[in-house]
């Protein structure tokens, strides 16, 4: 969600205009989009509030591969004995030829995992998460590849292990791109959509991602000092001293946070108490804890943007600032700030057509918008 990617080129005319040696700091980095675009080319520094942002942008800039590394199937082989180990025997599994009610049978009894009490430490997923946006076999199978990755957490290809099982998650979850709802087979058509990704396997997606990268990945370290943070944006900035801030904040009233609060855990895997309503957990299984930026909060989001101009000016940076026609603040209201903030700096407005994606399964999956580019320097 807000990826840059289809509008990478756009974002690329701008920091090149401004950009006059240094690092590049992308302080609200996401999918690490601009970390793959430019990585090769200069020194980025990836920062988001999101641990599994880091973790992206790591494995575009920071992984290699040498004769030490793993292959996909050595990790298979590894999880695979895991997975054997605890699969539990009482739960009822899926079939591509079952029916409407035993489906829904399956669903709400793997649900109920959530009470059961494990007996071994790696079950994060298969008790917070079977029967919702993944089935029980499913969150075995995260679980026990997560559990392999944590063997490598200090080796330099670790992210592209976590990467890789963010990519399976992401191919067999039966929701719509995203984790703030997963779907319920209420109608015939629902129920055979899902159960098309109740069948499909975490680990055949896990080993095309994982080979991909290793494909594609130098055998020894990139020349270039890349480096990435987990911090709110004030914070990096205050660390960040004379390069090119891009910055791309979030648009909209909604959360990173809720919508990817499961990648979250998967890195963290810090067992989170679940957010509870009227006594019973929510039915999207967000953390407690989670995240609220105020650039999606509409009393909060004129300061957000006075702090981050502040933070960028006493960094002694230049500032590329992507928005849109459609955010928590209006353009006009965006450059009186910056104007009044940065009154020695040329300030320009680049725009561009684009299409945000809604993430709905249905129609109205794209709405078209203006995209903006403050180039500040
Ligand atoms: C529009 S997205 C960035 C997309 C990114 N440029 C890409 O191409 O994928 C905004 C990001 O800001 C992060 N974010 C929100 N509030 C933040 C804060 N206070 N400090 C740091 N990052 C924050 C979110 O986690 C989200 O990943």
Redesign the pocket.
């Known amino acids: 969600?807000?990826?840059?990617?289809k509008i990478m080129d756009f974002v690329l005319e701008g920091i090149n205009q401004v950009f006059d040696g240094g690092v590049v700091c992308?302080?609200?980095?996401?999918?690490?989009?601009?970390a793959g675009a430019i990585g090769q080319q200069c020194p980025v520094h990836s920062?988001?509030?999101?641990s599994y942002?880091k973790i992206l942008a790591d494995t575009y800039n920071k992984v290699y591969f040498d004769k030490n590394a793993p292959s996909s199937s050595k990790l298979i082989k590894q999880a695979e004995r895991i997975v054997n180990k605890n699969r539990v025997d009482f739960i009822e599994y899926y079939s591509k030829t079952m029916s409407f009610n035993t489906f829904n049978n399956v669903e709400n009894i793997q649900k109920k995992l959530l009470n059961h009490k494990f007996d071994y430490k790696w079950h994060l997923f298969s008790k917070n998460y079977s029967g919702t946006w993944w089935s029980y076999e499913q969150c075995l199978w995260i679980d026990a590849i997560r559990q392999v990755a944590e063997k490598y957490k200090n080796q330099v290809f670790y992210p592209a292990i976590l990467s890789s099982l963010m990519f399976g998650m992401a191919y067999a979850s039966q929701g719509t791109g995203h984790y703030a709802q997963y779907r319920d087979a209420k109608t015939q058509s629902s129920f055979r959509d899902i159960l098309i990704y109740r069948n499909r396997s975490i680990k055949d997606y896990f080993v095309r991602k994982f080979d991909e990268i290793v494909k594609y990945t130098p055998e020894s370290a990139n020349s270039i000092q890349h480096s990435s943070t987990t911090?709110?944006?004030?914070d990096?900035l205050k660390g960040f001293q004379g390069g090119t801030v891009y910055a791309?904040?979030?648009?909209c009233f909604v959360h990173?946070?809720r919508f990817?609060h499961a990648l979250e855990t998967l890195v963290l895997y810090d067992f989170p108490n679940l957010q509870v309503q009227r006594g019973s957990v929510v039915k999207g299984r967000y953390r407690e804890e989670r995240?609220q930026?105020?650039?999606?909060i509409k009393s909060q989001v004129t300061k957000?943007f006075i702090e981050l101009f502040e933070g960028v000016k006493n960094s002694n940076s230049n500032l590329v600032l992507?928005y849109c026609n459609t955010g928590m603040i209006s353009i006009d209201e965006i450059r009186e700030i910056s104007q009044i903030i940065f009154q020695d700096k040329r300030i320009e407005l680049l725009t561009t057509d684009h299409q945000h994606m809604t993430l709905g399964r249905k129609e109205d999956r794209t709405r078209d918008v203006k995209e903006c580019l403050f180039l500040i320097y």
């Open positions: 969600m807000g990826s840059k990617s992308d302080l609200f980095s996401g999918s690490g989009s601009l920062n988001d509030i999101q942002s911090l709110d944006y004030r990096c791309d904040p979030p648009y990173y946070s990817y995240h930026s105020p650039f999606c957000a992507s």
